[in-house]
């Protein structure tokens, strides 16, 4: 076999260049491959939009609080005095009397005579208070208020002016309803906690002096009438006489210009119970009471 000529140097290294070249060209083809993919997609969660939220302004740097030593409840100071409430939630509990006869000397119209207030309360919570009274052989109407005793002191269902024992004008407090109604007026009100008639108020009042006997204070009860009238009457303290010794006088404050007034007599010892009551003029059109015997 013939040998081949050897190949210059020359022509080695042009060989070379050119395979580097050729290999290029085929890298740069496969990147630009590569890049004209499109891109796998990528799965990305997506948040709702969210309000654009107020933020709130700065508070006012807080002021440094006064140190003060502890104070236990005995240590407390008092309540100021305040007048004593009728119808307030906090009323303290009232306590009235036992069953009694009280017996009184009436004046009334220029004329003597006698009263008895009846007073029965029942175990089962109901209660009756009668008031009689009889000039000579002349009886007057009767008084009748008949309801149901608690802790807020009395509650009147129907209270009766009667004549020949038989009821003539009547107020009847209907506590579910809330409503007041008079069988001598159409009119009706709504029912304030702890109305009275115009017989209960008496004990009503004496168990409220009991329970808050404030010195200088001043006592306020609703009181319905027979002919659709509702008030509220308010009784303070008078500085004692000396013929008032061992009582307390109390004089209702004026309801109007032709008012004739209200005053009566609480016996502490008595449990405050009324031992007089004037209402107006006893010589005219007014009438007063004195107690002057008691049957318990």
């Known amino acids: 076999m013939r040998d081949r000529p050897a190949l210059p140097r020359a022509a080695w290294l ?13 890298g740069g083809g496969r990147v630009r491959e590569d890049a004209a993919r499109p891109a796998r997609a990528v799965s990305v969660a997506l948040l709702p939009p969210t309000l654009p939220v107020a933020l709130p302004e700065p ?6 609080l006064p140190t003060a030593r502890s104070t236990r409840p ?30 009184y000397r009436l004046r009334q119209g220029g004329q003597d005579g006698e009263a008895l207030l009846d007073w029965q309360p029942q175990p089962d919570g109901r209660y009756s208070l009668r008031l009689t009274r009889r000039i000579g052989e002349r009886a007057l ?3 009748e208020s008949l309801g149901r005793t608690g802790s807020a002191g009395l509650a009147p269902e129907r209270f009766a002016l009667q004549r020949g024992g038989q009821d003539r004008q009547a107020v009847n407090f209907d506590a579910e309803d809330r409503r007041i109604s008079f069988s ?5 009100h709504e029912l304030p906690e702890g109305t009275q008639d115009r ?35 308010t009784f303070e303290a008078v500085d ?57």
């Open 14 to 26: 042009a060989l070379a260049a050119s395979l580097i070249a050729h290999a290029a060209l085929l």
């Open 59 to 64: 508070a006012p740097p807080a002021l440094p």
């Open 74 to 103: 005995s240590e407390q100071p008092p309540a100021p005095a305040v007048d004593a409430p009728a119808t307030a939630p906090d009323t303290p509990l009232l306590r009235l009397a036992g069953p009694a006869a009280w017996r």
């Open 141 to 143: 109407p009767a008084l």
């Open 184 to 188: 001598a007026s159409p009119v009706q």
């Open 199 to 233: 017989l209960s108020w008496w004990l009503q009042l004496a168990a409220l002096v009991q329970a808050a006997p404030t010195p200088g204070g001043r006592w306020r009860v609703w009181v319905a009438g027979l002919r659709g009238e509702l008030r509220e009457w």
């Open 240 to 296: 004692a006489e000396p013929a008032d010794a061992g009582t307390l006088h109390l004089r209702r404050l004026p309801l109007g210009p032709h008012d004739p007034g209200v005053e009566l007599w609480l016996d502490p010892a008595r449990g405050h119970w009324p031992v007089r009551l004037r209402q107006g003029d006893p010589e005219t059109r007014g009438y007063e009471i004195t107690l002057t015997d008691v049957n318990s």
